[in-house]
Structures are given as C-alpha cells and as structure tokens.
C-alpha cells in the first residue's frame, strides 16, 4: 500500500513537471534584428514600444515609451487591449527591452518582437533616431 501511494505521488511530480516545463516552452519574444524589426514596421500593424530609460530618443513611429521597464504589467492602460498586436519593443542595447519583451509575453501577448542590440543596432544600420523637443 505505501509502495503504491509512493508510485502516485512520484507519477504526481512527474506529470506536474512536465505540464510546466511544456507551458512555458516556446512563449518568448523574438528577437529580430534591424532589418527585420524595419520590416515589420513597413509592412504590418504594429505597436512600437520604447523601453529604455532614461530617454535619449526613440524609433520613427513609437507608439509609447514605457521608462519603468521592470514593471510593464504597471503600465498596461498605455498597451493594446489585443493580445494577438504585434508589439515591436526596443531600449538603447537590448537589455531593458529583452525584460520588457518577456514581461508582454507573460501578459499574454503572442506577437512580441525585441530589436537585437537595441537602437545601438539601429544606429549602427545607418538608420536615425527621433528626439522629442
């Protein structure tokens, strides 16, 4: 009898590991980089979210800029109310932004892309930032 409860619990852990470990594989941004991250720009229907702090300027055409990178679940009034927008979110390297991405995933968001190395990259490309007055 105690060997036969030991079996269930242990099938229990089993079954309890594997559904979280197949729960939270594959929910992640994608990481893109300039070109890429232009081209969804262009060519859909997209959100751009800058995330870095403290501001130094910002991607033709962001929607919103989101400085308390860390808690993005604060801030959810300034996103899309649909979960399925393609979101674009870029800082200055990709550090700010790679949490903030993973952060609108785990709010539910299915379409979220984070510029590789940030609008470093994007400079970099030979592209521009904008600079509110």
């Not at 919103?64 to 109310?81: K, R």
């Amino acid at each position: 009898m105690v060997s036969n409860m030991k079996m269930r619990y242990s099938l229990l852990i089993i079954f309890v590991i594997i559904i979280t470990t197949s729960c939270t594989t594959g929910n992640q941004a994608n990481l893109v980089d300039s070109d890429e991250f232009e081209e969804l720009m262009i060519s859909k229907d997209v959100f751009l979210l800058n995330t870095h702090t403290p501001y130094e300027g910002d991607i033709k055409g962001t929607d919103a800029t989101i400085e308390d990178w860390e808690n993005i679940a604060l801030h959810q009034e300034i996103l899309p109310e649909n979960k399925d927008t393609i979101i674009s979110v870029y800082c200055r390297s990709g550090r700010m932004s790679a949490s903030s991405a993973q952060q609108l995933v785990d709010l539910g968001y299915k379409n979220v892309y984070d510029l590789d190395g940030g609008f470093k990259a994007w400079k970099a490309s030979g592209r521009e930032l904008i600079y509110k007055n």
